[in-house]
């Protein structure tokens, strides 16, 4: 492996290398008549799991519903002294293993029905890494390109505040996501610390993972999630005698975890030839240099648009380009039935959550396209929030080194589990992964049985 753990660690990067990136103009395009929504996605990804093992009707029935829902409209002045009144949302899936773990999303797109199929998927994704916690999701509706940093700051204090106790260090855990970052999570936890009694603050600090390193955060946190893309590409590519030397890649989204599952492709000699992000769509055959990319968005207002070192292009077209792996790292159903057939990668790793529709995924498998599932594949985010929550918990700090040694681990044990499974079977792995993480729940309810 050519990037070694001290080159990991002598890597400096914020939580999230790119902030706020949404263009202004940005619309969310109306959904259209009878389309699909994640939701409806996400169940029929477990009825199809749920099929598959036998699971039983009374938790299939449990685990078919979130058990809660939390709405919050809370106002906030703005700095020209206006007060504008948001839409929060929580919800809480499942907390049979434990705690609801899951980000918190500011974008245009966030409602409840989105953020009911993200709490689902995290539910997944918790279990199958094997950490003792459930799934929630949430955030708001808001395109933050459109606020200033003090007036973020205000609108994630008072939404923490409105959340009160339906968050909590045992109850659930929030982290970044789309749009958030160790910023964010700060002045979530320094909000809900201050609502406590003083004796009980540094008891409650782990209220939210994804921290600065100076607040609590763990270090590597901030690229975990893009490295762990990168490490299942890796399995995939070994497992199949191949290397990453001269593989070609396309990234969708060059936010913190395209850009570092970029990152460590590039260093394993793999090249990145397309690149698409809010803004725009662009490609050179002879490869884009990550880091110079990753330099030009930084002056450029976080848009690749006008890169030199590259071709604009349309963004339908993007997914047709001729590549050997393809990672869409930004929204959910950007892969449908209406796009499947124009991709020529062999291997989609899935750094989004939800970014293939089931009908889109149904035309990938038939051309023989393997998916490494979004509950696997990007699960390195969610898998070193658990360790920054042990630490905080058990007031211990750890060093770079010993985050990614662990997590290569853990990766690792869930990969082959994944793979093991879906060659036993005879499934891909999306329903292989499934199968897996819903045996898991259901085991504990069968043991514990259900109250009263």
């Not at 109306?30 to 199809?48: C, H, I, T, W, Y």
């Not at 919800?91 to 199929?117: F, S």
């Not at 393809?326 to 057939?341: F, K, R, S, V, Y």
């Not at 929030?385 to 662990?406: A, C, D, K, P, T």
């Amino acid at each position: 492996m050519k990037n070694t753990k001290s080159e990991i660690s002598d890597r400096e990067s914020n939580s999230n290398t790119k902030e706020m990136t949404l263009t202004k103009e940005l619309k969310v395009p109306a959904k259209p008549k009878n389309a699909r929504g994640m939701v409806d996605n996400v169940l029929e990804q477990f009825n199809s799991a749920s099929d598959q093992i036998g699971l039983h009707p009374n938790i299939r029935k449990i685990l078919s519903i979130t058990n809660n829902e939390v709405i919050v409209n809370f106002p906030v002045k703005m700095d020209n002294g206006d007060v504008e009144i948001f839409q929060g949302y929580r919800v809480q899936h499942n907390n049979a293993l434990g705690p609801y773990k899951g980000g918190l999303r500011y974008h245009p797109t966030v409602d409840i029905d989105a953020a009911r199929a993200l709490a689902m998927w995290m539910t997944w994704k918790t279990s199958l890494a094997g950490l003792p916690y459930g799934g929630g999701k949430g955030g708001i509706q808001l395109d933050p390109s459109k606020y200033s940093k003090d007036e973020l700051e205000r609108i994630t204090r008072r939404f923490t505040f409105a959340l009160g106790d339906n968050i909590g260090p045992e109850h659930d855990i929030p982290a970044p996501d789309v749009n958030t970052n160790a910023q964010t999570m700060a002045w979530m936890a320094d909000t809900y610390m201050s609502t406590k009694a003083p004796a009980a603050r540094s008891m409650n600090q782990h209220v939210v993972t994804g921290k600065p390193i100076g607040s609590g955060g763990l270090e590597g946190r901030d690229r975990a999630t893009g490295y762990g893309v990168f490490l299942t590409i890796k399995f995939w590519i070994e497992e199949n005698n191949e290397t990453l030397e001269g593989k070609t890649f396309i990234v969708q989204g060059f936010g913190n975890v395209g850009y570092w599952a970029a990152y460590f492709l590039e260093k394993e000699g793999a090249k990145m030839i397309g690149v698409q992000d809010a803004y725009g769509s662009i490609k050179n055959g002879n490869g884009i240099k990550v880091e110079d990319l990753f330099n030009y968005t930084k002056a450029n207002n976080g848009s690749l648009v006008g890169y030199p070192e590259s071709e604009a292009m349309e963004k339908e077209d993007f997914f047709a380009l001729d590549c050997d792996i393809c990672i869409p790292a930004a929204l959910g159903n950007q892969i449908t039935e209406g796009n499947a057939h124009l991709i020529k990668a062999n291997l989609i790793a899935e750094g989004a959550n939800g970014p293939i529709n089931v009908e889109g995924e149904k035309i990938l498998l038939e051309k023989g396209v393997t998916i490494i599932p979004d509950i696997l594949c990007n699960s390195g985010g969610v898998i070193t929030s658990y360790f920054e929550w042990l630490q905080n918990r058990n007031g211990e700090l750890w060093n770079m080194e010993e985050v990614i040694e662990r997590l290569d681990k853990k990766l690792k044990e869930s990969y082959t589990k994944v793979s093991d499974y879906a060659k036993l079977e005879g499934i891909d792995m999306r329903k292989a992964a499934y199968c897996i993480a819903i045996q898991r729940i259901e085991k504990a309810y069968v043991q514990r049985g259900i109250f009263p």
